[in-house]
């Protein structure tokens, strides 16, 4: 068996595109690498005819291009629903305006693979509401590199000075855009004024998305892109996650592996795997951000118990635990065609 993994514009330009971003999809991406060389199958992340099977990450022109070549050689076509109307939406300024012809063309790519995977039950739910055939979609999370994302004390001290961070921290990671949740953000950081307030990731011009305020809490930090995640996580204590919109939410699954206790928004996405005030808190709205965070930061015990529980997400989502489903998936994939491997 021999796959060719491909993510457009990665190599594009010597890779200048996908520098200094962060994105969870890279992260997934490099994830499927890791996994692939943990089964042992042969890959390619540039096409040639000996693959078998095209797994691409993206529904771009060039992707699309590559499908139906993989489909007129006969080959299989796999497909990762990383991109969704609803998560696509509230990123760049533009898209609104584009969301009815977005969609259509989202429908059009991914109704060419033979087999979709889709980050969670929510994105697979999404999907067949598009119209798209339930039975070539599996729900298959982006995983979390456990060898990668863990606790380090020496991470730990050399992010709480790198970042001048002396009191409780709360921190997020992601792309500074507003779907991302940078209104509750603020808002919460404005209530607990004793306490730091950091955002790891990139921020994008105003050409691009709405600008953050001028004027920011003086208890807030937006550090831009950070070479060192690991350090950045580590030098969180309390993980928020404000986010409207996810299809899995990688930033989180990196959370859980470092041992934070994890506040989130309550939405959809999370159903069956996040679970309140179990491995995690969930708020509805900007008071109960308010109301749970509080509950952290006083109680020791508590952030302590959905540390314990977080570390238990990661591992049922890990590389290791996930990679015999993908190897399933893809057997099942080449069987009608009497593949070996």
């Given at each position: 068996m021999k796959i060719c993994l491909y993510l457009e514009f990665y190599h594009f330009w010597g890779g200048r595109i996908y520098k200094k971003i962060g994105t969870g999809l890279l992260s997934s991406y490099k994830n499927q690498k890791i996994m692939l060389d943990r089964l042992k199958i042969s890959y390619s992340e540039k096409w040639d005819d000996s693959s078998d099977i095209l797994q691409a990450n993206t529904p771009w022109l060039n992707s699309l291009r590559l499908i139906k070549k993989a489909h007129r050689q006969n080959k299989k076509v796999i497909i990762w629903s990383h991109v969704t109307v609803e998560d696509a939406m509230a990123v760049f300024r533009f898209m609104p305006l584009i969301a009815p012809l977005f969609k259509k063309y989202l429908?059009?790519?991914?109704?060419?693979?033979?087999?979709?995977?889709?980050?969670?039950?929510?994105?697979?739910?999404?999907?067949?509401?598009?119209?798209?055939?339930?039975?070539?979609?599996?729900?298959?999370?982006?995983?979390?590199?456990?060898?990668?994302?863990?606790?380090?004390?020496?991470?730990?001290?050399?992010?709480?000075?790198?970042y001048n961070l002396e009191?409780?921290?709360?921190?997020?990671?992601?792309?500074?855009?507003?779907?991302?949740?940078?209104?509750?953000?603020?808002?919460?950081?404005?209530?607990?004024?004793?306490?730091?307030?950091v955002w790891f990731g990139k921020i994008y011009s105003s050409l691009w998305v709405k600008p953050l305020p001028k004027e920011l809490p003086q208890n807030v930090k937006f550090t831009n892109y950070v070479d060192d995640v690991i350090e950045a996580y580590n030098a969180m204590d309390i993980f928020i996650f404000p986010s409207y919109e996810e299809n899995e939410g990688m930033a989180i699954l990196e959370a859980?592996?470092?041992?934070?206790?994890?506040?989130?928004?309550?939405?959809?996405?999370?159903?069956?795997?996040?679970i309140h005030n179990k491995n995690c808190l969930k708020a509805k709205n900007d008071r109960e951000f308010k109301k749970y965070l509080s509950q952290l930061i006083i109680d020791k015990n508590l952030r302590a118990r959905l540390s314990a529980e977080a570390k238990k997400i990661a591992?049922?989502?890990?590389?290791?635990?996930l990679s015999q489903k993908m190897l399933r998936e893809y057997k099942k994939l080449l069987v009608p065609q009497d593949k070996k491997f």
């Open positions: 429908i059009y790519v991914y109704g060419q693979a033979d087999l979709i995977f889709a980050p969670t039950e929510y994105t697979k739910k999404l999907l067949i509401a598009y119209g798209l055939s339930a039975d070539k979609i599996v729900a298959q999370s982006n995983a979390v590199n456990l060898k990668k994302y863990y606790r380090d004390k020496t991470k730990k001290l050399s992010g709480k000075k790198k009191t409780i921290t709360i921190g997020t990671m992601g792309l500074v855009i507003p779907r991302k949740g940078i209104d509750t953000f603020l808002t919460v950081a404005k209530k607990f004024s004793n306490n730091q307030f859980a592996a470092v041992g934070l206790p994890i506040l989130v928004r309550d939405i959809p996405v999370y159903e069956g795997w996040l591992k049922n989502k890990s590389i290791e635990t």
